[in-house]
């Protein structure tokens, strides 16, 4: 039996019960998201631990079982969560960038790591970098661009205003009164162009607001800038957009 075909076979039991022996085993696609029963495009593994010392500890698995992300969550007074902390693995098994995010804020901070030294560090959001430093040179250097992740080319407010005046909610999607979020995952190559645009929560939001929303940010192609890696090399990485529909 092949590693990845035993994994699938691990995801179609997830484990709901996490008492003090047990641990949830939760299969994930490429975007992170739980699978559900009839998708099949399996990508990761996630393996939830029992609440344990105010924590609790998850850990997340490619198909070849190399660990790729460690999501540690805290609680006040083992109930209510107050900070989740995302750790990515290399390939070398080095951690190479920790996210922070307290459960009060919607924003975050986000550390960039070379040779177990912080090389950069980002405060904002999704969408938009609030402050910034890097290092270069030795030296630490203000900056509002998080480079090691696609964005924008020119500014959140510029792609706000293009999505105002170019989305169209559809005329069927209206009349049967459908709304809601689409969350897509554009595939931002290193040049900036876009890749595939996937729909993260396909089996939440209603097919004719998916269609628009793609087609909307298709025609926002030329408007990204590529990412790069630790090394500054030019690299292909996953961006996260909402796309709203909320009738009046």
């Given at each position: 039996m092949t590693r990845k075909l035993l994994f699938t076979l691990l995801g179609l039991v997830v484990c709901m019960n996490l008492s003090a022996?047990?641990?949830?085993?939760?299969?994930?696609?490429?975007?992170?998201?739980?699978?559900?029963?009839?998708?099949h495009d399996m990508a990761f593994m996630k393996v939830v631990n029992p609440i344990a010392d105010?924590?609790?500890?998850?850990r997340?698995?490619?198909?070849?079982?190399?660990?790729?992300?460690?999501?540690?969550?805290?609680?006040?007074?083992?109930?209510?969560?107050?900070?989740t902390v995302w750790e990515d693995v290399d390939t070398s098994g080095q951690v190479y960038k920790i996210k922070e995010r307290k459960n009060s804020e919607n924003n975050y901070t986000i550390y960039y790591l070379q040779n177990g030294k912080v090389i950069a560090e980002y405060y904002g959001n999704?969408?938009?970098?609030?402050?910034?430093?890097?290092?270069?040179?030795?030296?630490?250097?203000?900056?509002s661009t998080n480079i090691f992740e696609p964005g924008?080319?020119?500014?959140?407010?510029d792609y706000?205003?293009?999505?105002?005046?170019?989305?169209?909610?559809?005329?069927?999607?209206?009349?049967?009164?459908?709304?809601?979020?689409?969350?897509?995952?554009?595939?931002?190559?290193?040049?900036?162009s876009i890749?595939?645009?996937?729909?993260?929560?396909?089996?939440?939001?209603?097919?004719?607001?998916?269609?628009?929303a793609i087609r909307v940010l298709s025609l926002y192609g030329?408007?990204?800038r590529g990412a790069v890696d630790i090394e500054g090399n030019p690299v292909t990485k996953w961006m996260y957009l909402p796309i709203h529909f909320k009738l009046g």
């Amino acid at each position: 039996m092949t590693r990845k075909l035993l994994f699938t076979l691990l995801g179609l039991v997830v484990c709901m019960n996490l008492s003090a022996n047990d641990r949830a085993k939760i299969p994930l696609n490429r975007h992170f998201v739980p699978l559900q029963k009839s998708q099949h495009d399996m990508a990761f593994m996630k393996v939830v631990n029992p609440i344990a010392d105010g924590k609790q500890v998850e850990r997340i698995y490619d198909l070849d079982n190399k660990l790729v992300r460690i999501v540690t969550k805290y609680f006040e007074n083992g109930k209510n969560p107050t900070k989740t902390v995302w750790e990515d693995v290399d390939t070398s098994g080095q951690v190479y960038k920790i996210k922070e995010r307290k459960n009060s804020e919607n924003n975050y901070t986000i550390y960039y790591l070379q040779n177990g030294k912080v090389i950069a560090e980002y405060y904002g959001n999704e969408q938009e970098v609030i402050f910034g430093k890097k290092v270069v040179n030795e030296e630490k250097v203000v900056t509002s661009t998080n480079i090691f992740e696609p964005g924008f080319k020119k500014s959140v407010v510029d792609y706000q205003e293009f999505i105002r005046q170019n989305l169209q909610y559809p005329v069927e999607a209206r009349k049967k009164r459908q709304q809601g979020t689409v969350e897509l995952a554009l595939e931002i190559k290193g040049d900036g162009s876009i890749g595939r645009i996937e729909v993260v929560n396909a089996a939440d939001v209603y097919p004719l607001l998916q269609e628009e929303a793609i087609r909307v940010l298709s025609l926002y192609g030329d408007g990204f800038r590529g990412a790069v890696d630790i090394e500054g090399n030019p690299v292909t990485k996953w961006m996260y957009l909402p796309i709203h529909f909320k009738l009046g």
